[in-house]
């Protein structure tokens, strides 16, 4: 393996406070993350205890008020803190911006009852959370959702199945999507459903091809009952919370692509320096060098997409298609630059004794997750030509 230490990012950031705390994730991240990664991931096993590490540093809750256990944070710092993890390991980075994504809805649209009741335990107490949209015959539309809520008294009984969920099966909480009127968008409510409820419970987790930590699974509902407490927002309004949680996952997405690029671009030009071809090293090849230069050029590119889109969010801006373009275009970059750092490694590069391979499996899944690339586009497109004509 390379021993040749990787620069860390020349980040600006806007306070002290914001300085210290990067370099706390950074010492996490290289005592606590990165020396296991790789075997814990193989093995498909999931660090809950580094995310119980999180919760007491401070770092689940970052962008969210400190009235209820949150740092306060603005996005611009909270992400560049989700790249730092992910570069670590993907499965944390990830994991952390899935559970700042299923605590969005109570922490925005909640009462403060219920974010004096709840909130402290989600974004401090240890507790990690799931979002729970898709469905198995809706993705992409996702307002054609079948999971039924029903009005019983002063409580909700929920039935239907959810999939692929982060965290399903391990979640404390689940932030659930549930159809209470008619079809359609406007039909659909939020609630905030506990881990443990009667009557939910997990399918095996997914096989997938890469991300092996992360536990993806299908969650199913067979009477879940829960207090109209528990529902977010107003009845109908469940789609335009989960549309506006997601503009903001989409920048966490965009923030991990962000780190597993940068990763394999550190793991390419260790290896470029090292490796000896012809009596120097391979690094010294215009070839080489153009792919590098590549590399990092689209990486800085999308870094500083993302943190213009989350500028936007924190001066209380529209930002949705920003967001759309950051998760395009970074995700796109991680395909890319994982990529070429296994073509520069050749064949150490298609081994397991190199992360650049496993660095490129989990690349391909954040051109799906929480919006196809194909789907971000649409919303592109939408924002500079208007809507599609029927």
Excluded at 111 to 135: D, I, N, R, W
Aim: one cysteine or more; charged letters at 25%; hydrophobic letters at 40%.
């Amino acid at each position: 393996m390379p021993d040749r230490a990787p620069q860390p990012v020349d980040r600006q950031l806007p306070t002290e406070e914001a300085r210290d705390l990067i370099a706390l994730v950074r010492d996490i991240a290289h005592q606590e993350i990165a020396p296991n990664a790789a075997e814990e991931e193989d093995a498909g096993r999931f660090p809950r205890e580094v995310f119980t590490l999180l919760s007491r540093s401070g770092l689940l809750g970052l962008p969210y008020d400190s009235e209820y256990g949150g740092g306060d944070q603005p996005y611009e710092v909270y992400l560049q803190v989700l790249e730092e993890l992910a570069a670590a390991r993907l499965t944390v980075g990830l994991g952390l911006s899935v559970h700042t994504l299923a605590s969005y809805a109570l922490a925005t649209y909640g009462t403060k009852a219920q974010q004096v009741e709840h909130l402290p335990a989600m974004l401090g107490g240890g507790l990690l959370g799931a979002y729970a949209l898709s469905e198995p015959a809706s993705g992409s539309d996702a307002a054609s959702l079948r999971t039924k809520a029903v009005r019983d008294g002063d409580d909700w009984v929920i039935t239907g199945t959810k999939s692929w969920i982060t965290h399903g099966g391990i979640a404390d909480f689940y932030t659930v999507m549930a159809r209470t009127g008619g079809e359609g968008p406007r039909g659909i409510t939020a609630f905030l459903v506990p881990g443990d409820a009667e009557g939910l419970t997990a399918a095996a987790p997914e096989k997938k091809m890469g991300l092996k930590g992360s536990p993806t699974a299908q969650i199913h509902l067979d009477g879940v009952r829960v207090g109209d407490d528990r529902r977010i927002g107003e009845e109908g309004q469940g789609f335009t919370i989960a549309l506006s949680a997601l503009d903001s996952g989409r920048l966490g997405i965009a923030a991990c692509a962000i780190g597993v690029a940068q990763a394999a671009l550190d793991e390419a030009t260790a290896y470029a320096t090292e490796r000896r071809q012809f009596g120097r090293p391979i690094a010294d090849f215009q070839g080489l060098r153009f792919m590098l230069a590549d590399m990092a050029t689209q990486i800085e590119a999308g870094r500083a997409l993302y943190l213009t889109a989350a500028r936007l969010r924190d001066a209380g801006r529209p930002f949705a298609r920003e967001a759309a373009m950051a998760k395009l275009f970074c995700t796109d970059t991680a395909m890319k630059a994982t990529t070429d750092a296994v073509q520069i490694l050749g064949g150490y590069g298609y081994t397991a004794d190199f992360p650049a391979e496993r660095y490129m499996r989990e690349a391909k899944v954040l051109q799906i997750v929480e919006g196809t690339n194909q789907i971000q586009r649409m919303v592109i497109a939408r924002h500079v030509a208007g809507p599609e004509t029927r």
